[in-house]
């Protein structure tokens, strides 16, 4: 009998299978996170079996993932390069991500982030950087945040 503080690991693929499904009812993950979070418990084997059976089940989707965490990033006012880099941390590649990328536009999205975080105030020159500075923390290229903060620096006051 394993118990909960044991090192060996479970050799039983319908095992695995199951909890790789009790994982996914509660959200979507990535192959390489859902195969990092079932070899915790489960041998090799037992959880690559249980992967590509969730794959083959349409249970488990690196696209599906893929859009999710694109949503999730755009609503959260973050840029592009946060995306990417955020996505390749999860193993997502660049090209599930790509038409996303492509179908947005990422300037006004850049604005917006700034008018949630200064409201309607004025900038000297500080401020101008600081607002720059914040918006590439936030993965926005640079010419995105340069037209987002001229576009935040003509609105009428």
Request: charged share 25%.
């Amino acid at each position: 009998m394993i118990y909960k503080g044991s090192k060996e690991k479970i050799n039983d693929d319908s095992a695995a299978f199951n909890a790789a499904l009790r994982l996914l009812t509660r959200r979507e993950y990535s192959k390489s996170e859902l195969l990092k979070k079932l070899t915790q418990r489960y041998s090799l084997v037992s959880a690559k079996n249980a992967l590509s059976r969730c794959i083959d089940s349409g249970y488990q989707s690196d696209t599906r993932y893929a859009d999710m965490l694109s949503r999730h990033y755009y609503a959260c006012h973050y840029g592009p390069l946060k995306l990417v880099y955020a996505a390749r941390l999860k193993g997502i590649g660049k090209e599930l991500l790509q038409d996303f990328i492509d179908s947005h536009n990422w300037q006004s999205m850049a604005f917006e982030a700034l008018v949630k975080k200064y409201g309607e105030s004025e900038f000297d020159y500080q401020m101008r950087l600081k607002a720059l500075s914040f918006l590439q923390r936030r993965g926005f290229l640079k010419d995105q945040c340069i037209g987002a903060l001229n576009e935040y620096m003509n609105l009428p006051k």
